[in-house]
């Protein structure tokens, strides 16, 4: 899509969706019940995207449990990002909605809009028309245990750098979720980082000339 003269990029950070959790615990209709409201959430989310012309959706893990998730819910995802063609979507897959074996992120039916990370180390995607770039990673199963950022740096500091990816910032050194260090972030130079894993949200924390949040679920 083409913009306009000095148009002001807009992105959302989204996380930990949990689309089709189980919800144990509770009554099966009660749980259907709350699977549907978390559906709807998420249609009057892209709804708020297409209404407010958001450029990028950053989706860092755990978009579904895809141990649970229904073909229903992968329609309805493949159905939103289609109906909102002038935004790109860029997924990194977390701990539960893992890329291998994935039946939503390897149908080979997801838009050409939507990206997803497909590896554990770090790779990119580039969007040259606004000069920004992308970095994350995909767990491609439940653990990951080595940071994808350690002695890394961005490419293009010209450019708007972006990471996208869900991870344990700071946390305990065994941790399988990711372990980052602040010092890693610090050192690649990314301008935003997008973390999910992390269900309570966090405010913008500023690293020198750059700053990280949870977005929480």
Known sequence: MERKPGERLKFLHCSDLHLDTPYVGLSPEKSDERRRALRQTFARLMEDVRNAGINYVLMSGDVFDTKYA?????????????????????????????????????????PENCYVF??????????????????????RDGSMTES?????????????????GYADVDGDVNSTSC????????????????????????DFI??????????GS
């Open 70 to 110: 229904t073909g229903a819910t992968a329609e309805m995802l493949i159905r939103e990002i289609r109906n909102t063609p002038d935004t790109s979507f860029i997924i990194a897959p977390g701990k539960n909605d893992c890329f291998e074996g994935n039946p939503i992120y390897n149908s080979g039916r997801l």
């Open 148 to 164: 994808p950022l350690y002695d890394k740096h961005v490419d293009d500091i010209s450019k708007i750098n972006i990471v996208c």
């Open 179 to 202: 372990p980052i260090s602040s010092q890693d972030l610090k050192k690649f130079g990314a301008d935003y980082y997008a973390f999910g894993s992390r269900h309570e949200a966090s």
């Open 118 to 139: 497909e590896s554990e180390t770090l790779s990119r995607f580039d969007f040259a028309e606004d000069k920004v770039t992308v970095y994350g990673w995909g767990f």
């Open 206 to 215: 500023t690293l020198e000339d750059s700053m990280y949040s949870y977005c």
